[in-house]
């Protein structure tokens, strides 16, 4: 079952952390995924450019802590701090209309703190998101993803990598996938630290999935005996 399931969901509580943080009472379930999936909506709306690895949402009944992992952090926060400022007013203007729909006016306190991604050839997610700006530009896309392949796999801590295209490539008249791989990919593995990621590329012709994993090695905890 390892090529039918998100390698990441698969190794959640052995290899990978929660990206949202949070346990909710009775009957509040629904909403906190509401509010979550929209504050991921917005955040990739009005930063997408600025290369997004992660973000992870903590939370209790009236505070929220967003944490950004970005390859290009200067881009959120802007000059004197003033997109930071920006996104934190949108997202709390949005939480509260949210709330106050289900009768819920109570005060919510909301930071937003931004991490800086010093390797992007490292991140799943970064590359899929640049691929898919170098085909929404044209690019031809065998040489595209040959190029991230070999940018990914120069670095030590990657041991192997798969990148997947699929959708009307090239503008055929008929959707097909192509992928290219390299070195060790043990989906099965559990212990196995892999990176997952995916991106969607809006082109004329309609569009284009890109996958991109890489095994960055196993896994192993430190034994307390």
């Known amino acids: 079952m390892g ?3 998100r390698p990441t969901s698969l190794r959640l509580g052995i290899t990978q952390e929660w990206i949202s943080s ?3 009472k009775r009957m509040n379930f629904k909403n906190h995924l509401e509010e979550d999936v929209i504050l991921r909506r917005i955040i990739h709306e009005k930063i997408g450019s600025a290369g997004i690895d992660k973000i992870v949402i903590e939370r209790t009944d009236n505070k929220y802590r967003i944490m950004i992992k970005a390859s290009r952090p200067g881009l959120i926060i802007g000059r004197g701090g003033k997109g930071i400022e920006d996104l934190t007013k949108l997202l709390e203007k949005k939480l509260k209309i949210m709330r106050e729909k289900r009768g819920n006016a109570s005060p919510i306190a909301l930071s937003v703190n931004i991490e800086e991604l010093k390797r ?3 991140s799943a997610n970064v590359t899929a998101q640049t691929i ?3 085909i929404e ?3 031809p896309f065998r040489r595209t993803i040959k190029k991230y392949l070999e ?4 670095n030590r801590e990657v041991q192997g990598a798969k990148i997947k295209i699929a959708g009307r490539l090239d503008g055929g008249e008929i959707a097909r996938s192509e992928h290219l791989e390299k070195g ?3 989906l099965q593995t559990l212990r196995a630290n892999i990176d997952y990621g995916e991106a969607t590329a809006f082109t004329t012709y309609g569009t284009i999935g890109i996958k991109v994993w890489i095994y960055k090695g196993n896994v192993f905890k430190e034994s307390n005996h």
């Not at 940018?151 to 120069?154: E, S």
Request: glycine share 0%.
């Open 22 to 24: 949070w346990f909710p």
């Open 132 to 134: 898919a700006w170098d």
């Open 3 to 5: 090529n039918k399931i």
């Open 120 to 122: 992007t050839e490292v």
């Open 184 to 186: 060790k990919l043990p």
């Open 137 to 139: 530009k044209r690019m």
């Open 151 to 154: 940018q990914m796999l120069q």
